[in-house]
Every structure is written in C-alpha cells, then in structure tokens.
C-alpha cells in the first residue's frame, strides 16, 4: 500500500499559476500509474492527469496545453503545474496511485480557487 499527502493548494487569481506535490510513502519508480484526480462540490471526480512509469502521460481535454504532470522518482514526489488558470479549474484536487495489484489510493486532496 502507500500513503499519499499532497499540497500546494490555495487561492489564485485567473491566469495564474500553481504547482500541485503528491508525497509518498513509498517508492513510486515500480508504480505504474499515477495522476491527479479533481472535485468540485457538486460535480463528480474527474480525472485530470496520469503519469506512467513508463514516462507517459495522459490529460483531459480540458486541462491539455495548460497542465503538465510529472513525477521525481528520487523524491518520491508526482507534480501538476498548472498554468493559465481558469475560474472553471476550481476543485479539490487528489492525487491517486494504481498499484500492480490494481488497488487504487488516494491522498487527502488540497484545494485550488481561482478567484479574482
């Protein structure tokens, strides 16, 4: 199993950015997948982006150009960098990983507004 803690979260006007870290407890070079999930009040869970081990990722359609995923494998520690900042990205974000076993977990969330 693993343990995830992200932060970086916080208030930011349009147009600004942010960048999101996702701590783990564990190694996170044999984990596969790992992304970034998102939730306004509301609304369902959305994913946002993936990251693979493989060094692929993946984005929604509405965060693709704007939002980069990345992990340091060193740190033990997976990013999002979110740039150009939409009121419509406001949401508590999480960060998730798919084990080999095909668990999935989830950290606590952090949340972003982006408020003028």
């Known amino acids: 199993q693993v343990q995830l803690v992200e932060s970086g979260g916080g208030l930011v006007q349009p147009g600004g950015s942010l960048r999101l870290s996702c701590a783990a407890s564990?190694?996170?070079?044999?984990?596969?997948?790992m992304g970034w999930y998102r939730q306004s009040p509301g609304k369902q869970r959305e994913w946002v982006a993936t990251?693979?081990?493989?060094?692929?990722?993946g984005y929604a359609d509405s965060v693709k150009g704007r939002f980069t995923i990345s992990r340091d494998n060193a740190k033990n520690k997976v990013y999002l960098q979110m740039n150009s900042l939409k009121p419509e990205d406001t949401a508590a974000y999480y960060c998730t990983a798919v084990l080999g076993s095909g668990a999935r977990y989830w950290g606590q969330g952090t949340q972003v507004t982006v408020s003028s």
């Open positions: 564990r190694s996170i070079s044999s984990i596969n997948n």
């Open positions: 990251s693979t081990s493989g060094g692929s990722t």
